[in-house]
């Protein structure tokens, strides 16, 4: 009997700091999603008041104009979804690539209508450049790239960020 009891408080033991794993990642995660909403929260408040800022309304167009080019350039890319993933060859060899003097225009437009918009600006592009990282071999060689390598989750995570602070950012 004493056998049993040692193993199933041995057991216990697994089970909670299998638990307290858990709870630690959920909360982790929460943090991040909590961080990325006030950031997306304080862009959408300095977007606004940009808008009536006469010094600011033209690097405010001016960055609406480039997160909406952005947005069209990522969205040629393969994005979430298996079909997207299966035409992904044709998806590289198609797209067109934007500069990396287009994402230092973005972020410098973004970092004139304010910090906020800055910090949302910034992850896109941080966003957008890992993709771009990656995107330029298949684009270069769309045939002969090995889609193997490519982490597909992290891919689909990225391009999913972009887009959506993208959106954020063409008003």
């Given at each position: 009997?004493?056998?049993?009891?040692?193993?199933?408080?041995?057991?216990?033991?697994?089970?909670?700091?299998g638990v307290a794993v858990?709870?630690?990642?959920?909360?982790?995660?929460?943090?991040?999603?909590?961080?990325?909403?006030?950031?997306?929260?304080?862009?959408?408040?300095?977007?606004?008041?940009?808008?009536?800022?006469?010094?600011?309304?033209?690097?405010?167009?001016?960055?609406?104009?480039?997160?909406?080019?952005?947005?069209?350039?990522?969205?040629?890319?393969?994005?979430?979804?298996?079909?997207?993933?299966?035409?992904?060859?044709?998806?590289?060899?198609?797209?067109?690539?934007?500069?990396?003097?287009?994402?230092?225009?973005?972020?410098?437009?973004?970092?004139?209508?304010?910090?906020?918009?800055?910090?949302?600006?910034?992850?896109?592009?941080?966003?957008?450049?890992?993709?771009?990282?990656?995107?330029?071999?298949?684009?270069?060689?769309?045939?002969?790239?090995?889609?193997?390598?490519?982490?597909?989750?992290?891919?689909?995570?990225?391009?999913?960020?972009?887009?959506?602070?993208?959106?954020?950012?063409?008003?």
């Amino acid at each position: 009997m004493t056998n049993l009891t040692a193993w199933l408080q041995a057991g216990a033991a697994v089970v909670q700091a299998g638990v307290a794993v858990a709870l630690f990642k959920i909360t982790r995660d929460y943090v991040r999603l909590t961080q990325r909403l006030a950031v997306a929260s304080e862009a959408q408040v300095e977007l606004l008041r940009a808008e009536r800022d006469a010094e600011r309304s033209e690097p405010l167009r001016r960055l609406q104009s480039l997160a909406k080019m952005l947005l069209a350039c990522l969205h040629k890319l393969p994005g979430p979804g298996a079909e997207s993933q299966q035409q992904a060859a044709r998806l590289f060899g198609d797209a067109v690539l934007p500069a990396d003097a287009e994402l230092q225009e973005f972020q410098a437009a973004a970092a004139a209508v304010g910090p906020g918009v800055d910090a949302l600006a910034r992850a896109a592009a941080e966003n957008f450049c890992w993709l771009l990282d990656r995107a330029r071999p298949a684009h270069d060689n769309p045939i002969t790239y090995d889609y193997r390598k490519l982490n597909w989750k992290e891919w689909v995570f990225r391009w999913t960020e972009a887009e959506q602070a993208l959106h954020k950012l063409t008003g």
